[in-house]
């Protein structure tokens, strides 16, 4: 997944921000900004526009967490909504299984599985005070075998 540069809109003016400044860190992200440019329920969207705070469980510290995507659509019903997502291997989303040695590599998964719980549990906390809906994409929902 290690695939950045920049994207540049067909619809500039549905992106909220630099639609000259658009970075995708990852081949799925471009393909989401991608979905997202060219999507006409999608009346506008962001990418790390936006600042969550939340405490890391690794130092106990305050953080701050750019959610991938915010997005505003218009459902089928007619009604706006808004989202937050992020983009993440599914990897990234489940607790690593229990290894029989503790090496480096499995210390580095468990700081990472626990620092996105602590971002995720934040961001959803974020978005429920403000009606929104929060939501992780994997490689299962980008249709990414």
């Not at 950045?4 to 900004?33: A, T």
């Not at 503790?102 to 620092?115: F, G, H, L, P, R």
């Not at 602590?118 to 009606?131: I, N, P, S, T, V």
Request: proline content about 7%; glycine content about 4%.
């Amino acid at each position: 997944m290690a695939y950045q540069g920049l994207f540049k809109p067909k619809n500039p003016q549905k992106y909220v921000g630099d639609p000259n400044n658009i970075v995708y860190r990852s081949s799925w992200e471009c393909k989401v900004m991608s979905w997202l440019d060219k999507t006409p329920e999608i009346l506008t969207w962001a990418s790390e526009e936006l600042i969550v705070p939340y405490i890391s469980p690794v130092d106990n510290r305050q953080h701050r967490y750019f959610p991938d995507f915010i997005v505003r659509i218009k459902t089928k019903e007619g009604k706006l909504k808004t989202m937050m997502l992020e983009v993440k291997p599914k990897y990234q989303t489940e607790m690593p299984k229990p290894k029989k040695r503790i090496t480096e590599s499995y210390k580095n998964e468990i700081k990472t599985y626990a620092v996105n719980k602590a971002k995720w549990k934040a961001a959803e906390e974020f978005c429920l005070d403000r009606g929104w809906e929060f939501r992780i994409l994997t490689e299962e929902h980008l249709g990414i075998n």
